[in-house]
Nanobody, 125 residues
Framework: QVQLVESGGGLVQAGDSLRLSCAASTRTFSSYAMGWFRQFPGKEREFVATISGFGIRTYYEDSVKGRFTISRDNAKNTVYLQMNNLKPEDTAVYYC??????????????????WGQGTQVTVSS
């Protein structure tokens, strides 16, 4: 398993931006596809975005397309989620996720090998 540590959450106003970061403790970071999920109160964890090991492929949940950007820096073992034009409905706990090594991109909870601890994002109207 990969240890994941997230940072960057907080309280912002609608229309603001935030960047989440997730640092991974592995020497083979590029062998893990990475992703971001979020969880609303009383709901299941849901997919937000994912990126392949070398950052060539990315996929997004429809409601965040054009507003959120996932990226990674393999030299720093870090994946990012840049969130622009935030809306109150984006309020959730955001989780960083890693695939299993050399496995498919994480797009649903069963495809995740490791989770971060979660970081709260709150968007006020």
């Amino acid at each position: 398993q990969v240890q994941l540590v997230e940072s960057g959450g907080g309280l912002v106003q609608a229309g603001d931006s935030l960047r989440l970061s997730c640092a991974a403790s592995t020497r083979t970071f590029s062998s893990y596809a990475m992703g971001w999920f979020r969880q609303f109160p009383g709901k299941e964890r849901e997919f937000v975005a994912t990126i392949s090991g070398f950052g060539i492929r990315t996929y997004y949940e429809d409601s965040v397309k054009g507003r959120f950007t996932i990226s990674r820096d393999n030299a720093k073992n870090t994946v990012y989620l840049q969130m622009n034009n935030l809306k109150p409905e984006d309020t959730a706990v955001y989780y960083c996720a890693a695939s299993r090594q050399n496995d498919k991109m994480p797009t649903s909870p069963p495809t995740v090998g490791s989770w971060g601890q979660g970081t709260q994002v709150t968007v006020s109207s």
